[in-house]
């Protein structure tokens, strides 16, 4: 208690600072899961699409990251062992954020998109085990993560393949794509309405205090989808396309309208990405400012200070503009060849699997599943599509995020721990 009534002020410029790290790292990595499909299937330049997702990612960090978080994030540890230490709570959080951090930054320069919710879960698990034991740790819920490291890319995969192979066979293995275009695409774009209203109302929307029932978020995308298709639908009967032009210009308008089609998905997707996983690193910051606050206590839920919001978001911005770009590249190019059509297929699966997710509770990477879609449309081609080079290399660090993660978060904590001279309350001790 003696260390947060010392520093506290000096552990919440360093809780702001590593916030901002980690923050800067979800921008480098994990925004390419909004971003990526767009870029592989040239519906947008690299320039482009860093430029939409700042907006759109700032937007939803800002705008719908939440007044209130929770202090411990997926709640995959017990706050109550820390009551009496809430000092090591502190050191531990801000070791968290280091840690979690600067993993991401390695695996984006490394072009590996990993999941930044379980980057900072690993380092929040690792730290709490040398600080109070395994008691603190939520099994169940760690369980929980490693089982969706294979049903997350499963799901998304399959939906992902289900979405392409229905554009081929009603689309394009057709006599008359452009003709069948006019009359499907519509539909696809009334589909792609309904998700992403629902994955802006259950992932942005909530945080701005408009927390719809399932029955009216339901209603409102359902609104949304026949506006969307009905929009479509004029703008696609106004096209001046030759009829008479060969299939291979056929296939490229084609390919231009599903292109439009997935910039906007594309940014729905950023706003919800940002609007979410920002918490990933204000929660901890979050919990950091409350607990020296309170002079030591611990609440569940954190009040949010006014600047804490635009420092993640900023951050996001950041290492997105900096660093975005080679994972970008690796889930855009490097999986596997993408058109729009294709593109937006996967885009669609990834938002479909986050709106399951979100219905069912189900513990869930945006990275995961965004990989899992871009496979899955490569699968429908056959496995000579894919690189399977990168797609090892991409479940090596997925595997290895969690206890990097715990180790570099072990060290961090140690040396936090001896430089404020914080009191040792160990339940386990490293060999």
Same mark, same amino acid.
């Given at each position: 208690m003696d260390i947060i009534a010392s520093y506290g002020t000096v552990l919440i410029l360093i809780a702001a600072a590593v916030g901002f790290f980690m923050a800067?790292?979800?921008?480098?990595?994990?925004?390419? %899961?909004? #971003?990526?499909?767009?870029?592989g299937s040239k519906a947008l330049t690299i320039k482009q699409a860093i430029f939409i997702a700042m907006i759109f990612e700032f937007a939803g960090a800002y705008l719908a990251g939440g007044e209130v978080t929770s202090t411990i994030r997926k709640g995959i540890i017990d706050a109550a062992p820390f009551a009496?230490?809430?000092?090591? #709570?502190?050191? &531990? #959080?801000?070791?968290?954020?280091?840690?979690?951090?600067? *993993?991401?930054?390695?695996?984006?320069?490394?072009?590996?998109?990993? $999941?930044t919710t379980h980057s900072i879960i690993g380092a929040i698990i690792g730290f709490a085990l040398v600080a109070v034991g395994t008691e603190a740790i939520q099994w169940d819920k760690v369980g929980g993560i490693v089982g969706s490291w294979i049903i997350t890319p499963a799901i998304s995969g399959f939906i992902a393949y289900l979405i392409f192979m229905s554009a081929q066979k009603l689309i394009f293995n057709t006599d008359a794509p452009l003709k069948n275009a006019k009359r499907y695409v519509p539909l696809y774009m009334g589909l792609a309405g309904f998700i992403m209203a629902l994955v802006t109302i259950k992932k942005g929307?909530?945080?701005? &205090?408009?927390?719809?029932? $399932?029955?009216?978020?339901? /209603?409102?995308?359902?609104? @949304?989808?026949?506006?969307? /298709?009905?929009?479509?639908?004029?703008?696609? =009967?106004?096209? %001046?396309?030759?009829?008479?032009?060969d299939k291979q210009m056929q296939f490229n308008n084609v390919e231009k309208v599903f292109a439009v089609l997935m910039v906007l998905t594309a940014c729905c997707m950023a706003f919800a990405h940002g609007s979410n996983d920002v918490a990933n690193a204000i929660g901890p910051l979050a919990a950091v400012v409350n607990i @020296?606050? %309170? %002079? !030591?206590?611990? /609440?569940?839920?954190?009040?949010?200070?006014? *600047?804490?919001?635009?420092? !993640? &978001?900023f951050g996001i911005v950041a290492g997105l503009a900096i660093l975005g770009k080679k994972v970008i590249k690796t889930i855009g190019e490097g999986i596997t060849h993408l058109t729009p059509s294709r593109g937006f297929a996967a885009e669609l699966?990834?938002? =479909?699997?986050v709106v399951i997710a979100s219905g069912t509770g189900m513990p869930i990477s945006t990275t995961q599943t965004l990989v899992g879609a871009v496979l899955g449309v490569g699968m429908a081609r056959g496995i000579g599509a894919l690189n399977m080079g990168v797609i090892r290399n991409i479940v090596v660090s997925w595997v290895i995020t969690l206890p990097v993660g715990a180790a570099l978060a072990i060290v961090i904590f140690y040396v936090l721990r001896t430089a404020f001279g914080a009191v040792s309350y160990t339940h386990l001790t490293l060999p």
């Open positions: 800067y790292g979800i921008g480098a990595n994990d925004v390419a %899961n909004a #971003m990526g499909t767009s870029v009496d230490i809430p000092e090591l #709570m502190v050191l &531990g #959080m801000i070791s968290s954020l280091f840690a979690a951090g600067a *993993w991401l930054l390695m695996a984006s320069f490394l072009g590996w998109p990993v $999941s929307l909530k945080h701005v &205090g408009i927390d719809l029932g $399932s029955a009216e978020g339901y /209603a409102l995308s359902v609104g @949304v989808a026949i506006v969307v /298709a009905v929009i479509g639908k004029i703008a696609i =009967s106004r096209l %001046n396309i030759d009829p008479k032009a @020296v606050e %309170n %002079n !030591g206590e611990i /609440a569940k839920k954190a009040a949010i200070a006014w *600047w804490i919001l635009p420092l !993640g &978001g699966a990834a938002a =479909s699997t």
